[in-house]
């Protein structure tokens, strides 16, 4: 098969029928919660300090993106995209608390080495004894010991099978064409509403912030807190 701007295309009107099609088949109400409300949190923490601002911007930019891909018929590169925004988000939150590191990141451009796995594993990133760090010696509000950092690295595991093309993650098996299905945009919708509930979490264990309900009604749907 070789390319040219017609197949282009022809490609790009396939995929507004596609995205039409999905968009009248599903009901986005959720994921389009679950947008707002992650753009509510970035807003929260900006005015709380806007240094990890950028990372914010970039994570939203890229919600929209995966969004958009998915809504075309491009669920697999919809659910890759995930776990780049998990990476994301696991350095917003980190760099907050360590905001030298983050301005010699900034000043050296120093390479992104900080993995969900290394945070958790080297630096206890949201474990329970880390998010104690916040909470001044009472109890956090876990449904169990661990229970964010061990669904985190649980979710960026499942992400990284994805992205790494193992066998039962494929999507184009059968043949190449791309049309869309059900069943893959709602496997999409499924790891975006978990990214989106961990954002609320760890916002909720790191501020100690119940103000708004959105925000708790998206933390509610993997139940890793007490709520």
């Given at each position: 098969m070789s390319f040219t701007k017609s197949t282009i295309k022809q490609l790009n009107i396939a995929a507004n029928k596609i995205n039409d099609k999905t968009i009248d088949d599903n009901d986005l109400t959720e994921i389009l919660e679950a947008l707002n409300v992650v753009i509510e949190v970035a807003e929260r923490i900006s005015k709380k300090n806007n240094l990890t601002d950028f990372y914010w911007n970039e994570i939203i930019a890229e919600l929209l993106a995966v969004i958009h891909s998915s809504l075309s018929g491009y669920t697999k590169l919809g659910i890759t995209g995930l776990r780049n925004i998990l990476e994301l988000l696991c350095h917003a939150f980190y760099y907050f608390d360590h905001q030298i590191e983050l301005k010699l990141s900034i000043n050296e451009n120093l390479k992104a080495d900080k993995y969900v796995h290394t945070l958790v594993n080297?630096?206890?990133?949201?474990?329970?004894?880390?998010?104690?760090?916040?909470?001044?010696?009472?109890?956090?509000?876990?449904?169990?010991?661990?229970?964010?950092?061990?669904?985190?690295?649980s979710e960026y595991s499942i992400l990284c099978d994805f992205v790494h093309g193992r066998n039962n993650t494929l999507t184009k098996q059968e043949n190449l064409k791309i049309e869309y299905s059900k069943s893959d945009f709602k496997a999409f919708?499924?790891?975006?509403?978990?990214?989106?509930?961990?954002?609320?979490?760890?916002?909720?264990?790191?501020?100690?912030?119940?103000?708004?309900?959105?925000?708790?009604k998206l933390a509610?749907?993997?139940n890793l807190l007490k709520l």
């Open positions: 080297d630096h206890l990133f949201y474990t329970t004894k880390y998010i104690k760090t916040f909470y001044e010696g009472i109890e956090t509000e876990e449904v169990k010991t661990d229970s964010v950092s061990i669904f985190l690295k919708e499924r790891r975006f509403l978990h990214v989106s509930s961990l954002i609320s979490n760890m916002y909720i264990l790191r501020f100690k912030d119940k103000s708004e309900s959105s925000i708790l509610k749907k993997i």
